[in-house]
C-alpha cells in the first residue's frame, strides 16, 4: 500500500484524541514540576517517549533552568471559613508559579494580588510570574466585585525548590539521518486549544507515522515547556541540529477557524512551500502570514545562531482570539472533527516533505522507450493519461535541480500522481533520487 493510500486510509481519530484532552485537562501543568510529568506519563502509555529532566540552576544558552514548582491547593477564604476562590474548582484560580502564602490580609492589599479580566466578567484569565517571586490568585471579574469583606484568609500551599525542568522527545526512524523536527508545548494547566490540542495531535501524528513505516526522513516529535523548553533541547543538542532541514511548531489546533500558517524566519524555505502547497489542495480556507518574533518555540529555533527552518500551524492565531488564556479556553472549545482535520493536514504536511524528492533523468537524451520497459502495463485507475502526463513532465524537469513538489506546481498535476510517477521510473532505473 502506497503512502497516499495508508494516508486515506486514516480512521476517525477525533474522538479519541478529545478523550486524551479530557484525560489531561484537569492537570495543573507549568514549565517545571509534577503536572508536566504526570502529563508525560500519560503520553508515554501511547507513544515512546524518552524523558530528559535538567536540573535547576543549569546554564541554557543564555538562560537558567529555574527552581521546579509544585503546587497542592490555594484558596481566598471569608474569616469564616468559606472558600470563595478554590485552586480544586480550577487550576487557573492561582497564579502560575506563586510563592506560597498563608494569612489573614486586608481587602485593599489583596487587591494588588489579584488578576481578571473587566471586558470579560465571566472568564478567569491564566496568568503566570515564572521568572518574579510573587503570589497571587486570578478570577472572574464577577468573583472580583463580590469580595467586599474588610479581610480574607489566603494560601497558597505551593513549593518553589531546586528540581529539574522535564521535557521528552521521540524519534521515529527515517531511511536517513536528516530530520522533519515537530515541537508542542506542554507548560500550560486547563487550557484546551493552547495547548491541549496540540499535545494530542503531535501523539497520534506519532502513531500514524509509525504505522506508515520508515519515510525519507527521520522525523524528531518534541514535548516541551515553553521557551526554556526548546532552549534547553537546543542547547544539550547543539551538535544534532545540523540535521534538522524542517520544521513545524504546533499550536491551536482545535478550534474551528480557518488553518493559520506562520513562515519560517526567511519565508521560503521547502517548508514553507509545502505548506502552501498542502492548505491549497486541502481545499479548506487558510491563510499564510509572515513569520513575526512573537509566538512560540519557533522563535528559538529560527534565532539567527541555529536558523533553523521552522513554521508553525495553527488555526486561530495564538493571542488574537478572546478565549486565548482564559478558562473559555476549556473542552467546549474545541471539537473532535479540528483536531481530525488538523492531524490530517499535518500527517499531509510530513508526508510531502518527505516524498518531495530530487531525481536525475538516466537518459536525457530523448525521450526514453517506455512501453518496452513495461511502464504503461504498470499504469492502473481510471485516469491512465494524468498518469502518462505525469511521467513526462517528471522526466521533462529531472534535471537534479526541480523537486516533485515544483514538477506538480509546473504541471498542474497531484502531488501525489507525480511523487508515483517519479517512484516507477526510478524502479525501471529511469531516474536517480539526488542526495539530500
Same mark, same amino acid.
Given at each position: ?261 506562520? %513562515?519560517? !524566519?526567511?519565508?521560503?524555505? $521547502? ?6 502547497? *498542502?492548505?491549497? +489542495?486541502? /481545499?479548506?480556507? @487558510? ?72 531525481? %536525475?533523468? !538516466?537518459?536525457?537524451?530523448? $525521450? ?6 513495461? *511502464?504503461?502495463? +504498470?499504469? /492502473?485507475?481510471? @485516469? ?53
Amino acid at each position: 500500500m502506497s503512502t497516499s493510500d495508508k494516508q486515506a486510509a486514516v480512521p476517525a481519530l477525533g474522538t479519541e484524541m478529545y478523550a486524551l484532552m479530557r484525560e489531561l485537562y484537569p492537570i495543573c501543568r507549568s514549565i517545571t514540576g509534577n503536572g508536566v510529568r504526570q502529563t508525560l506519563e500519560i503520553l508515554g502509555r501511547q507513544v515512546p517517549l524518552r524523558v530528559t529532566e535538567v536540573p535547576s540552576g543549569t546554564e541554557v544558552l543564555d538562560w537558567t533552568v529555574p527552581k521546579e514548582w509544585n503546587i497542592r491547593g490555594g484558596w481566598i477564604a471569608t474569616v469564616g471559613g468559606d472558600r470563595v476562590i478554590d485552586f480544586a474548582k480550577s487550576n487557573l484560580h492561582v497564579l502560575n508559579y506563586s510563592t506560597s502564602v498563608n494569612r489573614r490580609i486586608s481587602r485593599a492589599e489583596l487587591e494588588e494580588h489579584l488578576y481578571s479580566i473587566p471586558e470579560q466578567p465571566d472568564w478567569v484569565p491564566y496568568r503566570t510570574s515564572y521568572y518574579a517571586e510573587r503570589w497571587g490568585f486570578c478570577l472572574s471579574q464577577k468573583q472580583r466585585d463580590a469580595l467586599t469583606d474588610p479581610e480574607y484568609d489566603i494560601c497558597v500551599d505551593s513549593t518553589l525548590e531546586a528540581g529539574h525542568l522535564t521535557y521528552a522527545e521521540c524519534v521515529i526512524k527515517g531511511r536517513t539521518e536528516d530530520e522533519i523536527l515537530l515541537a508542542t508545548h506542554i507548560c500550560h494547566p486547563s487550557l484546551c486549544n493552547d495547548n491541549l490540542s496540540g499535545i494530542a495531535v503531535a501523539t497520534f501524528l506519532i502513531k500514524q507515522l509509525q504505522a506508515l513505516g520508515p519515510l525519507h526522513y527521520t522525523v524528531r516529535v518534541l514535548f516541551i515547556p515553553g521557551t526554556i523548553g526548546s532552549i534547553c533541547w537546543l542547547s544539550q543538542n547543539r551538535a544534532g541540529v545540523s540535521l534538522i532541514k524542517h520544521g513545524l511548531s504546533l499550536v491551536c489546533l482545535g478550534d474551528g477557524q480557518p488553518f493559520t500558517y506562520k %513562515r519560517t !524566519l526567511h519565508g521560503d524555505r $521547502e517548508v514553507d512551500r509545502v505548506m502552501a502547497y *498542502v492548505l491549497s +489542495a486541502s /481545499g479548506q480556507p @487558510h491563510k499564510v502570514i509572515d513569520y513575526f518574533p512573537y509566538g512560540y518555540d519557533e522563535r528559538q529555533f529560527n534565532s539567527p545562531g541555529f536558523g533553523l527552518p521552522v513554521g508553525s500551524i495553527m488555526r486561530a492565531e495564538h493571542g488574537q482570539f478572546p478565549e486565548y488564556h482564559t478558562s473559555a479556553d476549556n473542552l467546549a472549545f474545541v471539537a473532535p472533527q479540528h483536531l481530525e482535520q488538523s492531524l490530517e493536514l499535518c500527517l499531509a504536511v510530513v508526508n510531502t516533505l518527505s516524498d518531495n524528492r530530487r531525481y %536525475r533523468n !538516466l537518459r536525457p537524451y530523448g $525521450e526514453p522507450q517506455l512501453g518496452k520497459r513495461g *511502464v504503461y502495463k +504498470a499504469l /492502473g485507475g481510471a @485516469h491512465i493519461k494524468d498518469h502518462q502526463l505525469a511521467i513526462f513532465w517528471v522526466l521533462a524537469l529531472s534535471d537534479g535541480e526541480h523537486g516533485l513538489l515544483q514538477i506538480a506546481q509546473r504541471s498542474g498535476l497531484p502531488f501525489t500522481l507525480i511523487r508515483d510517477a517519479a517512484r516507477l521510473l526510478h524502479q525501471q532505473e529511469l531516474l536517480a533520487e539526488e542526495p539530500s
